[in-house]
Structure formats: structure tokens, C-alpha cells
């Protein structure tokens, strides 16, 4: 019934070929003049799901004191130390310019020349507080006594000079706005930083605008990487097909199909992001292949129908006819495997992340669009093009490869032998994902020589820390944070956090109230401690504000004493490490505060973990999801549960080889290869579908089983092989970036398609060889399974 359907529609669509291109055109001329309204969006709010306990306290955190946006400036004196004149003045400098960019909370931006960065010290009258850098020391006695005043206010060691005082840091912190991109962040810091720069000092950035800044310059090179990637897969088409039609129709698929997607997310107000920057890619290959499929249906045809043609009108026939019945003896399992992977690509839409979101219908859209236009403008354009004979060839390396798999599956010894060798090599690959470990690390992603890189390890090596956890602790009453149980809670988490190999620096109110209880006791070391009297507390603090500003705290403590934050600097950016920094400090945390008081962590590295744990606990759901959705509908199309379970096993069979090819090299399961995972089970079923519907059309021609596995080899076999090189070559242009994220989704997309491609081929054909099933087998009138002429492959 869909084919009879199908051919009177192809029938129309070659009648009316000049409209349909026509409209095609307007369709894609409209859509392309959108594409203009696209920009990249790198808001951490894409990638983060927003009910994630580290988001909510991100958040949280953000409002009372900000956090988010982690910044820290170094400035490393080639020769000697900090305290000189000239030095000191680019510390002030940076920091004024810090303060002046938009976006800068003021509080957050802090160093040795920040006003509300002061010198505690106590006198027979009480305590003096004043600005550890009032004015730049010019004379060497000033300029010791500011070395002293660092010392007496060990707070400031290891965060805003080394301890060595041969580098000096300024931290600052900015607030990013919604659908904001970090690049212009980081080049006004750069341009703060370069003006101070010079032959006797570096200047080094680190913290998470360079980080993503560096990672949004890597996005913007995706242009580049797709060009590459389309000469590639023209080239597979050429040595596909030995024709430029062969080669040129499938490209214009892949490009129609890339703008159309484009175009609709563009409508949509959707912008392109760090996953959707690399879709096209994927959308080019994914419409190439099901163009390839269709494409060398209709030569099959085209070679049967021009045997007896010697005319140029008979030719014209007979192009015409072969368009018709490729399209109507394809277009079934087309639009099977396209809707099949639409509607799992589409399912992505129930993910409580946003860029999953996008990605679901930015791939799915694009999948929409390639059906579209396989069922419509390229029809109609091949009616219109001259039908050229090909002349025959010799058989070439890929048909002689097919012929001796062919030869296997129809050897029963050897079948079994095939089977019980791959069973047993799947199930040892795959028993690596017991080894398998969740973590992220955006610097591992940045090549050795990188500038943010190399900048990156200076700065942890001189300072506490370009990578940053804050612990908000929250009361449940104005004052709480005067408590001294609370804030010896702070002090002992702080110990316990230093001890931590990873840790390089922590910072709370707890410190302060440290420094003024031992400057009020004549630096007496007995007295460096939190008082266990509240009502002295509360003297300090009102002490201090007598000389010292109201704002002053306004980085650690909020205004109504109320919420506290306690700074850690991290010296690696790996979220695996923030978890179990956070898993083992429940036992403290517990312990120490009082039951009205709770303890959260949030910021740039916690925001990171919530991210990469969503995104592979989203992505492996999304497997199962989208692997029950090809279940379902496999099992709809060919009638049977086992068919059903033979499109979704070997895509299964392919994830945990994956996962465990990563525990075994002691990869990790990041962001990317998570990703990559769910796609692989998306248009990895392509691959079954196809040819399981050639499988069983051959089989209803000849009624041989051994026959039809040979013949389906050298026709979709054959077109699944090109195709899986199509993907795999569109997504080696990545392995060029410099920016390893990219490399390494290319080397597992590259790994997968070569996996699933094998499987298909040889494993999945084995089965069939083995067990006979029923729905390969049964009976099925020819007008069910209108039939092709079998022919010696000529190309694909």
C-alpha cells in the first residue's frame, strides 16, 4: 500500500518537476535569509539543569555574592619581587580596570590595592583597620612595612600574593547576562592586562572567562571544520559513484538540509551553542547517507531500463522510470529510518537541559528536512538531468571485501565461529565500563602550548587556585553567622579543606574574626582562633567598623549576618575531584554546625559538576529513551519483536563497546562522549533498517536465504559501508582543532560509525544466517515488495 503510494506521488513529482524546484528554492531562500539571526550563545545556564541542588545554590549565591564568574589576573615580576613602586602601580591598575567593565561586582574584585582590602592591628585604644595600600610606597622602609602588614594578615597569603612575594594576583568576579557569550569578557580583560604587560613582567589570566572564551574561539573555527568536513564526504561520493551526479546530488541534499535546519532554529529563537555548533556536521553526513541509499537504488534501476535504450528520448524514459520506481521501492525504509530517527532525535525534548533540548530539534529538524527533500527536490531535479550509461568495471576492494564476507555468512561453521568470537569480544569490551568514571576537565581540553593553558598552570602553581568551590553557609536567623559555634564550624571546615591536595586556599568571615582576636591579644599566637564568646564577637565587629566600611565583608558575609560564604581556591578544574571534595566533607559538616545552620556549595566548578553529571545522566537515559522509541516502531515496521530487537541490539552492542573501550584506556565519560553515545543510537539504526528491508525484498525475489545475504551485501551493504564513511570522514575534519573536546568527539563518533557499520555487515547478518527469521523469511506477494532488477554493482 506505502509503495503503491509512494510511486504515484514520485509519478507527480516528476510530472510537476519545475514547480516543486521551484518551491524548494523559495522554501530555502526564505529559510537561509534567517540563518543571519543566529549567534552563539554560551550562557552556563544552556548546559545547566536548573534543579540541580549546585545550580539552585549557584544561583543563590550569585544574588547574595556573586561567584559565578571566576577571575584571577596574575602578575609575576620577571626579576626580583612584588614590592617595588612599578609593580604595585600595575596591581592599581588592573584592578581600577577591573572595577570599570560592566558587569564587575566590586566587591568581588580583590587585591592588594582593593579599598576594602585592609591591615588589622590592634592598640592600647583598641583596633586600627586601614587600607593595606592607601597610596603606592615609594621608600623602601614603606614599602617593608607593607611586606609586614601581608604577614600579619595571612588572609591575603596565597590569594592576592605568593607566598614567596614574587607574584601578585588580582581576583575579580562579573556578572554575565542571559544569552551571553564570555569572549567579549575576556578580551576587555585581556586588553586590561596586555597594557601592563612588558619586557620585565608577565601578566597571566586564568579562571572561567579565559576558559570559556578559549573554548567559544574553538566554536567559532566550526565553519571552517565543516567546509573540510563537506570536501571529505564529497570525496567518499565520488569514489562511491565514479559520477558527479553520484557525487554532487547527495552533497546538495546534505547542504539544503543544513541550511534548512539552520534556518528553522534561527525561527525558532534558538541560538547555536557549544553542541549545536558541531549538529551540521552531523546533519550533512546523516543526509548524504540516506541520499546515497536512494541514490544507488536509482542506478540499479537506471541500468536495467537502459539496456535496450538508444535514443535520447528513450533515455529520458527510461531516467524518468528509474526516478519513479527507486523512490518508490526506497522511500518506504527512507521514510521508516528518517521518521525513526527524527522521533528519537525529537524525544531529546523531555531532558530538563536546555542544549539537549536544542540539539533534539536542531538534529531532528535537520532529519525532517533531508526526507523532505529526498521526496522532493531531488527527484524532481534528477528527472531533469541527462541519464548517462556507466560503463561496467572490474569488481574493486570493497565489492571483493563484501564477496569474502558473503562467502562467511553463507558457511554455517564459519558463521557460528563469527558469533561465539564476537559475543565473547563484545562481552570483554564491554565489562570496561565497570572502570568507567564520570569526570570533566575543560582544561584537559586545551593543547600544552595554549596561552590559557600555559597561563592556567602558572597561576596555580604561584597562587591557591584558578578553579574555585564556594560553601554557602546559611542560617535560619538574622546574626546567625556571629554565632562562634558557626564560625568555628567555618574554621574547621577551612583546615579540613586545606589539608585537601587539590586545595590551595580558603577564605571566610571566619578569618577575619581570627585576625581580630589575635591583633586585639598583641598577635599572641595562642589567640589565633574564633573567641567562643559570642558577645566578643560582636565587640570585634563593632570595632571594627569604626574605622574599617560597612562593605568591607560584603564578599564573605551578607548584611544581615545571616548567609556567609566560605572561598575555596582549586588548584584543578576536574569535576570528579569537586564531588568527592564534597562527599567527604558531609561528615564534618554534619558533625560541626549547629542543626539551624545548612552548608550547600556552589559556583563555577559545582555549576560544572551539576552540568557534566546531567548531561551523562540525560545522554544515558536518552539512550534507553531513544533506544525504546526504535523498539517500538522497528517492531510496528517489520511486524515482529526479534526484527525489532535486530535494529536495536547491535546499537546497544555499540554504546557498551564504546563505554568500555573508555574504561579499558582509562578514558572518561565527559560531555562529548556522552553525546555522542545517544547519536550513535539515533542514526546508527539507519544502518539495520536498510538493510533489513533489502534483506527481506531479496529474499521474496529469490526465496534463498544465502543468495539474498550476498545480494543485499553488494547493494545496501554496500551503501551502509559508504555511508558510515561519509559520517566518519564529515567528523574526522575535527581531529585537526586544537581544542580536544572536538578531537575527541570526532575519534569516538569516527570509532562508533566504524563499530556499527561492522555490525551490520557481518555480525547482525550472521544472526540472520544462524536463526532464519520468520520475518525475513515468510512469504509476501510481489506487489508488497515491488522488486528492482538484481545487477553486478557498478560503484556503490
Not at 564550624?489 to 589575635?518: C, E, H, W, Y
Request: overall charge positive; charged content about 20%; hydrophobic content about 50%.
Amino acid at each position: 500500500m506505502l509503495t503503491s503510494v509512494i510511486r504515484k506521488y514520485a509519478e507527480a513529482i516528476v510530472r510537476f518537476r519545475w514547480f516543486v524546484l521551484a518551491i524548494t528554492l523559495l522554501a530555502t531562500a526564505g529559510l537561509a535569509s534567517r540563518i543571519k539571526d543566529l549567534r552563539l550563545d554560551n550562557d552556563p545556564d544552556l548546559w545547566s539543569p536548573q534543579n540541580h541542588e549546585f545550580i539552585k545554590t549557584t544561583h543563590t549565591l550569585e544574588k547574595l555574592f556573586g561567584g559565578r564568574t571566576f577571575t584571577v589576573v596574575g602578575i609575576v615580576p620577571r626579576h626580583g619581587d612584588i614590592y617595588t613602586p612599578e609593580i604595585l602601580a600595575k596591581i592599581r591598575n588592573i584592578q581600577n580596570g577591573l572595577e570599570g567593565i560592566p558587569g564587575a561586582i566590586k566587591h568581588n574584585v580583590l587585591s592588594l590595592a582593593a579599598r576594602r582590602v585592609k591591615d588589622i592591628q590592634g592598640t592600647a585604644d583598641g583596633m586600627v583597620v586601614h587600607e593595606l595600600m592607601e597610596r603606592i610606597p615609594q621608600t623602601p622602609a614603606e614599602l617593608e612595612a607593607m611586606r609586614h602588614a601581608i604577614e600579619r594578615n595571612p588572609i591575603y597569603v596565597n590569594a592576592l600574593v605568593s607566598p614567596d612575594g614574587k607574584a601578585a594576583a588580582v581576583v575579580a568576579d562579573f556578572r554575565m547576562g542571559p544569552n551571553s557569550t564570555y569572549t567579549p569578557l575576556f578580551e576587555q580583560i585581556r586588553s586590561i592586562a596586555d597594557r601592563e604587560r612588558g619586557p620585565d613582567v608577565d601578566v597571566l589570566i586564568g579562571g572561567q572567562p579565559a576558559e570559556s572564551a578559549n573554548f567559544e574561539y574553538a566554536m567559532q573555527k566550526m565553519p571552517m571544520f565543516f567546509g573540510l568536513a563537506f570536501l571529505i564526504i564529497m570525496l567518499v561520493q565520488w569514489f562511491a559513484f565514479r559520477s558527479f551526479q553520484g557525487m554532487l546530488l547527495p552533497m546538495a541534499t546534505a547542504i539544503l538540509s543544513v541550511v534548512w535546519g539552520l534556518g528553522c532554529l534561527a525561527l525558532s529563537e534558538i541560538h547555536l551553542d557549544a553542541l549545536n555548533t558541531t549538529t551540521p556536521i552531523l546533519i550533512m553526513a546523516v543526509a548524504t547517507g540516506h541520499a546515497v541509499q536512494i541514490l544507488k537504488r536509482y542506478y540499479e534501476e537506471l541500468e536495467g531500463l537502459t539496456g535496450k535504450a538508444t535514443t535520447t528520448a528513450s533515455l529520458r524514459l527510461a531516467n524518468r522510470r528509474a526516478v519513479v520506481q527507486s523512490l518508490a521501492n526506497v522511500g518506504p525504509v527512507m521514510l521508516t529510518a528518517g521518521l525513526i530517527a527524527a522521533i528519537a532525535f525529537f524525544s531529546m525534548q523531555a531532558s530538563e537541559v536546555m542544549m539537549i533540548r536544542h540539539f533534539g530539534f536542531f538534529a531532528g529538524v535537520g532529519v525532517l528536512s533531508t526526507l523532505v527533500i529526498e521526496f522532493s527536490f531531488i527527484p524532481a531535479l534528477r528527472a531533469m538531468l541527462p541519464a548517462r550509461r556507466r560503463p561496467h568495471r572490474d569488481a574493486d576492494l570493497v565489492d571483493k571485501f563484501l564477496a569474502r564476507i558473503g562467502a562467511l555468512l553463507t558457511n554455517p561453521a564459519r558463521s557460528r565461529a563469527i558469533l561465539i568470537v564476537s559475543i565473547i569480544l563484545i562481552a570483554v569490551i564491554a565489562a570496561g565500563t565497570s572502570r568507567l568514571r564520570v569526570d570533566n576537565s575543560i582544561k584537559q581540553y586545551s593543547s600544552a602550548d595554549n596561552p590559557v593553558r600555559r597561563d592556567s598552570i602558572v597561576l596555580n602553581d604561584k597562587f591557591g587556585g584558578t578553579d574555585s568551590i564556594f560553601f554557602l553557609v546559611a542560617g535560619d536567623t538574622q546574626d546567625a553567622m556571629k554565632d562562634p559555634k558557626v564560625l568555628g564550624a567555618m574554621a574547621k571546615l577551612q583546615a579540613f579543606l586545606d589539608q585537601q591536595p587539590g586545595v590551595g586556599k580558603t577564605q571566610s568571615l571566619a578569618d577575619l574574626i581570627r585576625r581580630m582576636n589575635l591583633a586585639m591579644h598583641g598577635d599572641d599566637p595562642a589567640f589565633d582562633v574564633v573567641p567562643s564568646d559570642g558577645n566578643l564577637v560582636s565587640q570585634y565587629l563593632l570595632l571594627y567598623s569604626l574605622s574599617g566600611q560597612p562593605e568591607d565583608f560584603d564578599n564573605v558575609v551578607d548584611n544581615d549576618y545571616k548567609n556567609a560564604v566560605i572561598w575555596a581556591y582549586l588548584k584543578t578544574d576536574s569535576t570528579a575531584y569537586a564531588t568527592s571534595l564534597w562527599v567527604k566533607s558531609q561528615e564534618l559538616i554534619q558533625r560541626e554546625f549547629p542543626s539551624n545552620v545548612h552548608v550547600r556549595i556552589g559556583g563555577g566548578l559545582p555549576q560544572t559538576v551539576a552540568i557534566n553529571d546531567s548531561l551523562v545522566d540525560t545522554k544515558v537515559r536518552s539512550i534507553f529513551q531513544i533506544a525504546l522509541v526504535v523498539l517500538v516502531l522497528a517492531g510496528l515496521v517489520f511486524g515482529s519483536i526479534v526484527g525489532a530487537l535486530m535494529v536495536v541490539t547491535p546499537l546497544l552492542a555499540i554504546v557498551f563497546v564504546n563505554f568500555g573501550l573508555m574504561g579499558w584506556l582509562g578514558l572518561s565519560l565527559d560531555m562529548g562522549s556522552a553525546t555522542i553515545a545517544a547519536m550513535v543510537v539515533g542514526i546508527g539504526a539507519d544502518y539495520e533498517i536498510y538493510m533489513l528491508y533489502r534483506l527481506r525484498e531479496e529474499y521474496a525475489r529469490t526465496g534463498s536465504l544465502d543468495r539474498s545475504l550476498r545480494n543485499s551485501l553488494m547493494t545496501s551493504g554496500k551503501a551502509v559501508l559508504f555511508v558510515a564513511l561519509s559520517i566518519a570522514g564529515g567528523y574526522a575534519s575535527l581531529l585537526i582543532s586544537d581544542f580536544r573536546f572536538y578531537p575527541r568527539l570526532a575519534t569516538t563518533m569516527i570509532g562508533t560509525m566504524v563499530t556499527s557499520a561492522l555490525l551490520s555487515l557481518l555480525l547482525l547478518r550472521v544472526v540472520i544466517s544462524l536463526i532464519k527469521p520468520r520475518f525475513i523469511t515468510r512469504k509476501r506477494g510481489a506487489a508488497g515488495l515491488p522488486l528492482g532488477p538484481t545487477l553486478p554493482a557498478e560503484g556503490v
